[in-house]
């Protein structure tokens, strides 16, 4: 089935360091990646929308300049926290839209990036 | 604006009992719902999914859902716990099924032995 590789699973960084995520969509094309954040026990937020080629869609109230979002392929997105602060710690999942896969309509998750600022 | 709704953060049932976790959902247009289930630091594996065929839908591990466009609910079910299945559950609703999900808030269960 459709599976999308995400990576690092962890990352430790320091306030003020910049940390990308990567997020790679390995037996299909993922012309739509979504971006979410998930804090400690609660659900996740949509933070963007990218689409391959063109530039990211983010939701309201997430910085565009902090959160950095690359689709320039169509199997590989990614998201670059800068400067980062303690904040910005949370869990990041990816998610793209497998179209074109056996299983029909569906949305593939990464397993998920926790990032920890110290 | 479409929207879920999951009632009860925290469901716990005894081993080999029934699960059911409910999920009310809102949609200007006929909606393409899901159940996915998340593990601790892991990412959310698709259960089963609706998109507008066959009302009761079967998933993965013996789950199944029923959508009810009269009650607007797409609860999950399943007829016997295992201790496997505690985990984190999320409904999501997508109305074009290209526009990215909505979550609900998650339920988390609890199996006891």
């Known amino acids: 089935g459709a599976v999308v590789s995400q990576h690092p699973s962890w990352v430790i960084c320091k306030s003020g360091t910049s940390v990308k995520i990567e997020c790679r969509s390995l037996?299909?094309?993922?012309?739509?990646m979504f971006w979410y954040r998930q804090f400690p026990k609660q659900s996740l937020m949509l933070m963007a929308t990218?689409?391959?080629?063109?530039?990211?869609?983010?939701e309201q109230g997430v910085e565009k300049d902090k959160f950095l979002i690359n689709h320039a392929s169509l199997t590989l997105s990614t998201l670059t926290v800068t400067s980062a602060h303690p904040e910005d710690s949370s869990f990041y999942i990816c998610?793209?839209?497998?179209?074109?896969?056996?299983?029909?309509?569906?949305?593939?998750f990464g397993s998920g990036t926790r990032l920890t600022v110290v | 604006a479409q929207s879920v709704t999951q009632l009860g953060s925290h469901v716990s049932v005894s081993e080999g009992a029934l699960v059911l976790l409910r999920c009310n959902y809102s949609?200007?247009?006929?909606?393409?719902l899901f159940w996915y289930v998340q593990y601790p630091n892991q990412g959310l594996q698709l259960l089963l999914k609706?998109?507008?065929?066959?009302?009761l839908v079967k998933g993965i591990n013996g789950f199944e859902a029923e959508f009810k466009k009269s009650e607007t609910s797409f609860h999950l079910t399943k007829p016997s716990a295992h201790m496997s299945d505690a985990a984190e559950y999320f409904c999501?609703?997508?109305?074009?099924?290209?526009?990215?999900?909505?979550f609900g808030k998650g339920t988390r269960l609890s199996v006891i032995a």
């Open positions: 998610s793209a839209r497998d179209w074109g896969t056996l299983e029909g309509l569906g949305y593939t």
């Open positions: 037996d299909f094309q993922a012309t739509t």
């Open positions: 990218s689409n391959e080629g063109s530039k990211a869609t983010y």
């Open positions: 949609s200007s247009v006929p909606p393409y």
């Open positions: 609706y998109t507008s065929a066959a009302t």
């Open positions: 999501a609703v997508s109305e074009s099924g290209n526009t990215p999900l909505v």
